[in-house]
């Protein structure tokens, strides 16, 4: 059984460049979630699916972010014209539904450096 | 509202002392889930034990063990005999509102073990 695997795995990028990341949730759960981690502080929920409908976005994800889960399978998380506060480890979790008790699997994250 | 507070920034103990770590919820809901996750140095955050509101037994797996309190919303978590390996950050986590299944961290706890 392979784990959650994000893609890539760091990312540098110049202010008002955009950025795509990649999650490759496990594959029999229908739950895929997005976080933010800045350093020292715990993830901040972003974002989650269910199969291929996005149900919640949090107030954090301005309009520069955009996510999508085509086909209920892996997921890619858009930043545009990034900004330096953008920076952080973006994690990416799946889980079975569950009525959203499951718990979380996550993956290793991507590193985002704005510079 | 909804929060974690893990009070204990860092910790740091020897090889072989026993260590808790303290984590108190706030949240209104009269059913819920409480989440503990490591992470270590390599930065992917691991599933360690999850608990539900309806559930007090304390549970023991290996050197873990934790206590869940209703009474003073604290869901503690013990190291019995600690291993350098054990160095990481914790995280206590609480299941949001409804059915989203978002997860709601507390800052984490540092732990250093030295040998």
């Known amino acids: 059984d392979t784990g959650v695997s994000q893609n890539p795995r760091h990312k540098i990028t110049k202010r008002g460049q955009n950025v795509t990341f990649r999650c490759d949730p496990i594959?029999?759960?229908?739950?895929l979630y997005w976080y933010r981690q800045t350093l020292g502080q715990g993830p901040e929920f972003l974002t989650y699916?269910?199969?291929?409908?996005?149900?919640?976005k949090s107030r954090l994800l301005s309009d520069r972010f955009s996510a999508e889960r085509p086909k209920g399978s892996f997921s890619t998380l858009e930043i545009q014209r990034t900004e330096q506060g953008d920076s952080a480890m973006y994690l990416c979790?799946?889980?079975?539904?569950?009525?959203?008790?499951?718990?979380?699997?996550f993956g290793p994250g991507t590193r985002l450096t704005v510079t | 509202a909804q929060k974690v507070t893990q009070a204990q920034t860092e910790i740091s103990v020897v090889e072989k002392e026993d260590v808790t770590l303290d984590c108190v919820y706030e949240?209104?809901?009269?059913?819920?889930?409480l989440f503990w996750y490591k992470q270590p140095p390599s930065g992917e955050l691991v599933f360690l034990i999850r608990?539900?509101?309806?559930?007090?037994q304390n549970e023991i797996s290996g050197r873990y063990s934790w206590n869940f309190q209703k009474s003073t919303s604290s869901f503690n978590f013990t190291i019995t005999a600690s291993q350098v390996v054990d160095s990481a950050v914790y995280f206590c986590?609480?299941?949001?509102?409804?059915?989203?299944?978002?997860?709601?961290f507390g800052q984490g706890t540092t732990l250093q073990v030295k040998p």
């Open positions: 986590a609480l299941n949001g509102r409804g059915n989203t299944g978002k997860l709601i």
């Open positions: 699916f269910q199969n291929e409908a996005q149900l919640e």
């Open positions: 979790a799946s889980s079975l539904s569950e009525a959203g008790r499951g718990e979380q699997y």
């Open positions: 594959s029999e759960h229908n739950r």
């Open positions: 608990r539900n509101s309806f559930d007090e």
């Open positions: 949240t209104r809901d009269t059913t819920y889930y």
